[in-house]
């Protein structure tokens, strides 16, 4: 079977993942935004034959978790070490195939945190400025900009936050909020004036402003994205980087190393981390200087010009050949210009584009010294920017908002345990908030598992392992191939090139559609050919055509379906007569911290046996035994049991 023309070599791609705040576990809107379309990408990128890396770890840093610490009778640590393992759990059982899922409270972490920073301010983009803080009158207790609620100065909307309205998206001040109140105790705060060093953003207005529009003109951002992200530079003001704050990462620099209660912004510190993890898995893999590879471009093209000449050399492998024909369907980097670049995707909800758009390029633009003030590359050498920020729209709940206060919520974890964790991801593919907020609902999750996955896909697969094995046991050799036979076998094909360029654009909706799309026609496929009927000595060898046909487009139809629904890919690869596991797993880890040797948590995977994006020829004489089903048919009664459980949280 030939494989589909080459368009790329392979690429550095980076899969920077947006890090989930240890508050609790992660509820399904959660991950609709950050976590399945990450993974989705990230493994279809694997099996396109590109060298992937998925960071990010949890968010442990800030005000919020000396809160909720407190109330929970615990230290800040003891209750971002809690909630760091259940969020580990919760997306392993997922399946959410990160290279290294990591904390912010590593002692690596603080480091690299703290060299950016010197980067920074010796290049001139942190100042020191005098302005105002919020504190609490009845506590004395410093207030966090998240902590004040107020009405929006901009847009009027009556519950903007201090740091940045949600409605409007634009950044604020607290001061800057009409009738401020604090969300803690509904007191009006008092401003004091407080000393803290501001990112000059307006130094770095013009870089950023370059590299939006040379985004713009790729025109592979979202719309609502690229746009959102030019109109917040029209304001661009100093954006504070320090705290008063005692939990939090050091200000490294002498007079403020030691003040008890001045940290680095949790905002600072949660991006770096996207830095800090990708240095921690290549020390941790024992190569120190491995990330380079996903963060210099220099170094990129360098290796992958290597490894082109290697593939050259080593045409006679067959492993090397198969990942060079799962390249060839990419349309990543489509012209020379481009080839052996560095691709750096960020995944997130919309409430966080701000961050991803504005402060963390505005961040790598001051380190490698690009903005007016000029200014040295740092020690972590020229650090690519964002190729693309991923940022999906919100998820609600049978119509109303996620709120895990009023219990008006679905953990990851129940859904999992009660349902498997494919039919969710299926569910956050087909009808997820990718281009406009959507709403999660039971009776769509269930009639999506049941007319889609299991009538769809499961009925495909099953009565094609069940005919195989009823009338031969094993996958029977063709005979001749039939119009018919040969138009099933081109569409399936075909579906490789479609499919994958759209998960590469990350418009998993659309790449789904079309996947279930070629199902169906495997389906009328059947209705067409009616091998149930085939049942005369004279049409044995009509028989085994048509059966041979259809396991063949059920094996690469599950290879497409495999980035969507890794798990049922591998009960799938084993019904049709597959040995070992087809899709790599991600697995949680106990390790020590490599610098001061506190135990944590960790997420990691093996995952250089992905499979390839391309059509696997199968092979007459596999056996197939009688199928177990790969997907479970919901009773619609799951619906009233669900609405009332919620209901009896709420």
């Known amino acids: 079977m030939s494989a589909p023309p080459r368009l790329a070599r392979m690429t550095k791609v980076l899969s920077a993942v947006a890090w989930p705040y240890a508050n609790g576990p992660r509820h399904i809107g959660h991950v609709a935004g950050f976590g399945v379309p ?22 442990e840093h800030g005000t919020p978790i000396v809160i909720m610490a407190e109330k929970a009778g615990k230290t800040p640590q003891e209750f971002a070490d809690e909630n760091a393992s259940i969020i580990v759990d919760d997306l392993v059982g997922l ?53 004040i609620e107020g009405t929006c100065p901009i847009c009027k909307y009556p519950e903007a936050r201090g740091d940045q309205c949600d409605n409007c998206g634009n950044q604020l001040d607290p001061t800057d909020l009409i009738d401020p109140k604090s969300k803690i105790n509904g007191e009006t705060p008092e401003f004091i004036e407080t000393q803290h060093f501001f990112l000059d953003l307006p130094a770095l207005a013009d870089a950023l402003a370059a590299w939006l529009d040379g985004r713009e003109a790729e025109g592979s951002w979202r719309p ?41 912004y949790v905002w600072f510190d949660a991006v770096v981390g996207y830095l800090s993890a990708s240095i921690e898995w290549a020390r941790r893999l024992g190569e120190p200087d491995k990330w380079r590879e996903w963060w210099n471009a220099d170094v990129a093209r360098q290796l992958v010009d290597q490894t082109a000449a290697a593939s050259e050399a080593s045409t006679g492998d067959a492993t090397s050949a198969a990942r060079s024909g799962a390249q060839k369907t990419s349309e990543v980097l489509r012209d020379d210009r481009d080839e052996g670049a560095i691709i750096s995707k960020y995944f997130m909800g919309k409430d966080n584009i701000t961050f991803h758009s504005q402060i963390w390029p505005a961040e790598l633009l001051g380190a490698n010294g690009e903005g007016s003030k000029g200014g040295s590359v740092s020690e972590f050498g020229r650090l690519e920017l964002p190729s693309e920020v991923v940022s999906s729209e919100f998820m609600t709940m049978e119509g109303k908002q996620f709120s895990t206060s009023r219990g008006h919520v679905i953990y990851v974890k129940d859904v999992v345990e009660r349902y498997g964790p494919d039919p969710l ?81 990350n418009r998993l909706k659309a790449a789904l559609t079309e996947t279930m799309r070629l199902v169906g026609e495997a389906n009328r496929y059947v209705t067409v050919t009616e091998p149930f009927k085939l049942k005369g000595d004279d049409q044995r060898e009509r028989l085994a055509t048509v059966l041979h046909t259809l396991a063949q487009c059920v094996v690469d139809l599950n290879t497409m379906m495999a980035p969507f629904v890794p798990f049922s890919a591998n009960l799938v690869h ?16 106990e390790v020590t911290d490599l610098d001061d040797g506190r135990p944590y948590r960790i997420i990691t995977g093996e995952y250089s046996n992905t499979p390839c994006w391309q059509p696997r020829d199968i092979t007459p004489g596999t056996p197939v035994a009688k199928p177990k089903p790969a997907f479970k048919k919901f009773d619609p009664s799951v619906v009233d049991e669900e609405l009332e459980r919620m209901n009896a949280s709420a």
């Open 574 to 589: 084993e019904v049709m007569g597959g040995e070992g596991e087809f899709m790599p797993m991600p697995v949680a880890k």
């Open 38 to 59: 990450s993974d989705v990408y990230s493994r279809y990128m694997r099996m396109a034959g590109h060298d992937v890396l998925m960071v990010s770890g949890t968010d």
């Open 425 to 505: 991801r299926y569910f956050i593919c087909a009808a997820g908030p990718e281009a406009q907020d959507a709403d999660f609902t039971w009776a769509e999750f269930v009639q999506r598992n049941n007319s889609e996955l299991v009538a769809g896909w499961g009925n495909l697969v099953n009565r094609t392992a069940n005919m195989i094995h009823k009338n031969f046991g094993e996958i029977p050799s063709p005979g001749e191939l039939e119009d018919v036979d040969r138009a099933v076998l081109e569409q399936v094909r075909g579906g490789f090139a479609t499919v994958g360029s759209l998960i590469e654009r």
């Open 224 to 264: 609502n994205v690229i746009k959102f992200s030019q109109n917040i530079l029209k304001e661009i003001r100093p954006r504070a980087m320090t705290r008063d704050i005692d939990w939090g990462i050091p200000v490294p620099l002498d007079g403020w190393r030691d003040l008890p209660t001045k940290r680095l």
């Open 95 to 147: 399946g959410l195939s990160y290279d290294l899922f990591t904390r912010t409270t590593t002692a690596n972490h603080y480091d690299v945190v703290q060299k950016l920073f010197l980067a920074l301010y010796e290049n001139g983009y942190m100042v020191e400025q005098t302005t105002s803080g919020a504190i609490s009158p009845s506590t004395g207790r410093t207030l966090p900009d998240r902590y």
